[in-house]
């Protein structure tokens, strides 16, 4: 499974991005999709996760009420749409891929894709 995370950019404090992660080779119904970020000197945190199926969603408390996790299954594509971005959103923004269930850990997300900046300045 190959994943390629895309959309990120610089944005003032209130503002808005799209995350896209396209997956190919293989990805089925039965994953997880996860996004994660990882600010510099801190740990990967997780951000949002959903079912591939679209049914399941989950969020961290921090980003609850601003970000929105989707997917679009024809395109194999799943999206993070961020409202109200803060500069405590500044990191590096990961997509990841589970064949398990939903989980808060990095460490049981199978496949990962390369991370996209996103800056958000005051």
């Known amino acids: 499974v190959q994943l390629q995370a895309s959309g990120g950019g610089s944005v003032q404090s209130g503002g808005s991005l799209r995350l896209s992660c396209a997956a190919s080779?293989?990805?089925?119904?039965?994953?997880?999709m996860g996004w994660f970020r990882q600010a510099p000197g801190k740990e990967r945190e997780f951000v949002a996760a959903i079912a591939w199926t679209g049914i399941t969603t989950r969020y961290a408390d921090s980003v609850k009420g601003r970000f929105t996790i989707s997917s679009d299954n024809a395109k194999n594509t799943v999206y993070l749409q961020m409202n109200s971005l803060k500069p405590e959103d500044t990191a590096v923004y990961y997509c990841a891929a589970t064949e398990g269930s939903y989980s808060l850990r990095p460490f049981e997300y199978d496949y990962w894709g390369q991370g996209t900046q996103v800056t958000v300045s005051n």
């Open positions: 080779g293989g990805t089925s119904t039965s994953y997880t």
